[in-house]
C-alpha cells in the first residue's frame, strides 16, 4: 500500500495524490481516512477543500453513501459516515452546496436524522446538520428542502429530542424564515408537534429559557392556517397565553419584557384575540398588553432620542399591533372581551400613546421617510384617526401636511417602480391583486381617517391646501387599476376595493361640502371620467354592489357639477355611465302587485344596509341631473323604469315615507323637463295618485302646462 503515514498538511497532499492513483479499494480507504480525519480536525482550508473536490469529486461519496457492505472489524455505517463527512467539507464551498449532487442527498440526509441515533452514527448525524446548513444558505436550497421532506425529518428529530436537537430547530427557524407558507402547506401538521413541544416549554419554564422562547416561538406561528381553527393549535394558544400572563404579570427588566411584547404581538398578528380568553381574567390580561404597549410607546417617543428610538423600533412597532387590536376591542359591541369600564381607561391611555405617536412624527427629518419604522408609525396613527374622530383633533391638523407630504412621496415612487419592467418585461405594478400592491402604500391606511377629517372645515381646508385632492384622484385612478385585474378572479372583497370605497366618501364630502373645488381643479374632471366608464363595467359584476353603488351614486353627484363639462356632452361614455346608474336605482326594488309595499329586491337585500343611504342620494342626484342632461330623460324613457314605477304607483304600492320622498323628486324633475315623461306619468292615472300619495310637488308640475 502506498505510504501516506505523517503528520499534518504534506499528509494529506500525499493522501490526496494516493487517492488519484490508488490501485486498490484498501489504499483508497486508508488514504480516505486520513483524507476525513484531517478534515473533522479542521485542517482542511478552501484551497485544500478544493483539491479534494478535483481528487474525488461526487463519484466517490456517492458510492460511500450507497455501500451497504462495512470493512471487515469496522461499524455498520462506517462507508456512510465518510462520504457524509466528505460531504460536509464540500458544503463549505457555496458553489457546491448548490450542487444537484448535493440537493440530490436531501431524502439521504433526511433518512439520517430519522435513524435511531447511536454513538456510531452521531458523527452523521453533525454531518447532516451541516450540510442542511449551508443547502439552506443557497439560492435553491429551502424550496428544494421543503418539496424534499427536510421540514418533516427536522420537526421530528426535534420532537424526538435526540442529539443535535437544537440544530433541528435551528434549520427549522431558518426554513420557515424563507418559506413559511410552503413549509406550513406541506408539513403543517410536524410544524404543529414543534409548536406543541416550544408551547409546553414556554409554559413549565422557570427559568430564562422562558425569555429565550419569546425570541424563538414567533417564527412557528403561522399566519395561515389560522392557529385557532385547529383543536391541537388552540391548545397551544391557551399555553402560550398562560405563559404569557404569567410574565406580563410579574415585575420584569426591559430585556425581559420586550421578547414578551414582541411575542403577544405575533399572536395578535396571526389570530387577532382569538387566543385571548373570555372572562374576567382574559379581559385583565388584554388591558394589561395594551396598557403596557401604550407606557413603552411613550417612553420612547415622547421625549425621543434618536440612539434609544433606533434600538427600540422592533418592538415599539410590536407595540403598535397591540395597540391596534386595543383600538378594535374598545369598538367590539358584539362578544366583547373589555368592560365599558375599561374600555374608557383603554382609550384614554392610548390617546396619551397617540400624542407622543404625532410627536414624534413631527419630528421626522426628511432624509429618514423610507424607514419601514416611519411607516409603520403613520399607519397606526391611521387606524387611531379612522375611529376615534374627536381625539387630538388640533394635533392631527398641524400633522396633516405631513401626512399628506408622506403619503405623496411614497406614492409617487411606487408609481414610478411599478412602471418599470420586470426581468420577465412585465411591469411590476402587474400581478396578483394583493401581492401587487406596492408594500409602502400609507395613503390607504390615511382614508378612513381622512374621510372622517374631510367632513370637517378645518382639516378639510388644510387637505384641500396642501393638494389632497389632486393625489387622492390618481390614487383613486391607480386603485381602480388593480381593481380591473382582481376583477378576472372570483375574489372576497379585497383591500383594494375597500380603498375604493372609501375614496367614493371622500370625494362625497367634497362634492357637497367644496363644489367650487370639484368644478376648478382639473383631477376631478379626470375622475368623473374614470367613473364614466367604470360603472358599465363594475355593475353587471357580482358581489361588487356596494362599490358599485359608492360609483354610480358619486358619479351623479359629480355630473350636476360638471353637467357642462366636455365629457358629459352626450359622449357614449357618458351615455353608458347614465344607463348604468339608472339600471342600478331601478333595480334596487321589486315593482309589486296592487296594495302590496314597495321591497327591496332580492339580489340588494345582503347589501342593502350599506347600499341604502347611497341609493337614496343617488336619487336625488340623478333628479338634480334631469333638467342639466338634455338628453337624460330619454335615457330613463328607454330604461322603461319610469312606465314600471307609474303602473305601480297606479296600482297602489304601498310606500314609505322614505321611498316616497326619492321618487317624487325623480318623478317631479322628470316631469318639468320632458313632455314625454309628464305624458306618461299622466297615462298611468298620475295625478290621481300623485293627490293619493301627498307627491304636492309632482301635482303641481303635472297641472303646469
Sequence with gaps: MASCAGEGRP???????????????????????????????????????????????????????????????????????????????????????????????????????????????????????????????????????????????????????????????????????????????????????????????????????????????????????????????????????????????????????????????????????????????????????????????????????????????????????????????????????????????????????????????????????HDPFIFASVRILGAWMAEETSSLKQEICELLPFLVHYAKKLFEEGEAAASLPQPDGTPAGLGSSEGSRLPQDALRFLLPGFCHLTAEDKPRDILICEGAPALLCEYFLQQWQLLLRELSSPTPLTSTEMSLQTLCGICLNLVVTAPDLIRRDECFSSLMDMLLKSLPILLPQKDHLVLAANIATLGLMMARILASSAVLQGTCPAKEFFRAAIRFLAEAHDVPGRGQAVAVAPAYEGAWPDVRELWLLGMQALAGCVPLVPWLPRAVLEARWLQGLAAALARGASLDPELLAAFQGVLAELAGACKTCKEVILSHQGREWANLYGMAVLEQRLSEQ
Design 11 to 369: 499528509t494529506l497532499r500525499r493522501c490526496l495524490a494516493v487517492l488519484r492513483e490508488a490501485s486498490s479499494d484498501s489504499e483508497q480507504l486508508a488514504a480516505l481516512l486520513l483524507v476525513t480525519k484531517a478534515v473533522r480536525a479542521g485542517e482542511v482550508d478552501a484551497r485544500t477543500r478544493r483539491q479534494i473536490f478535483d481528487a474525488i469529486g461526487f463519484t466517490l461519496p456517492s458510492r460511500l453513501l450507497a455501500s451497504r457492505e462495512p470493512p471487515e472489524g469496522c461499524p455498520e455505517h462506517t462507508f456512510q459516515a465518510l462520504g457524509l463527512t466528505l460531504l460536509a467539507c464540500f458544503c463549505t464551498d457555496p458553489q457546491l452546496a448548490g450542487h444537484s449532487q448535493i440537493l440530490n442527498k436531501i431524502p439521504t440526509f433526511n433518512d439520517v436524522l430519522l435513524a435511531p441515533c447511536s454513538p456510531d452514527t452521531s458523527s452523521m448525524v453533525d454531518d447532516v446538520y451541516q450540510c442542511l446548513a449551508a443547502v439552506l444558505a443557497t439560492r435553491k436550497g429551502p424550496k428544494e428542502l421543503v418539496s424534499k421532506g427536510t421540514v418533516s425529518a427536522l420537526c421530528q428529530a426535534y420532537v424526538r429530542r435526540g442529539a443535535g436537537s437544537e440544530r433541528a430547530l435551528r434549520l427549522l427557524e431558518g426554513l420557515l424564515a424563507a418559506a413559511e407558507a410552503r413549509c406550513w402547506q406541506k408539513d403543517a401538521p410536524h410544524l404543529l408537534a414543534v409548536l406543541g413541544q416550544l408551547s409546553d416549554d414556554f409554559l413549565n419554564a422557570g427559568d430564562v429559557s422562558k425569555f429565550e422562547l419569546c425570541e424563538v416561538l414567533p417564527r412557528f406561528i403561522p399566519l395561515s392556517p389560522p392557529l385557532a381553527q385547529d383543536p391541537q393549535g388552540s391548545e397551544c394558544l391557551h399555553k402560550l397565553y398562560k405563559g404569557l400572563a404569567s410574565i406580563l404579570g410579574s415585575k420584569l427588566d426591559q430585556s425581559q419584557r420586550d421578547p414578551a411584547l414582541k411575542l403577544a404581538a405575533c399572536l395578535v398578528q396571526a389570530c387577532g384575540s382569538d387566543w385571548i380568553p373570555a372572562g374576567r381574567a382574559g379581559s385583565k390580561f388584554l388591558a394589561l398588553l395594551v396598557n403596557l404597549a401604550c407606557v413603552e410607546v411613550r417612553l420612547v417617543l415622547e421625549e425621543p432620542d434618536p440612539v434609544d428610538v433606533e434600538g427600540k423600533k422592533e418592538v415599539i412597532t410590536a407595540c403598535y399591533v397591540l395597540i391596534e387590536m386595543g383600538i378594535q376591542e374598545c369598538l367590539n359591541e358584539e362578544k366583547p372581551l373589555l368592560e365599558e369600564v375599561q374600555k374608557m381607561q383603554l382609550l384614554r391611555i392610548m390617546e396619551e400613546a397617540f400624542g407622543a405617536v404625532i410627536f414624534y412624527l413631527r419630528q421626522v427629518r426628511q432624509e429618514e421617510l
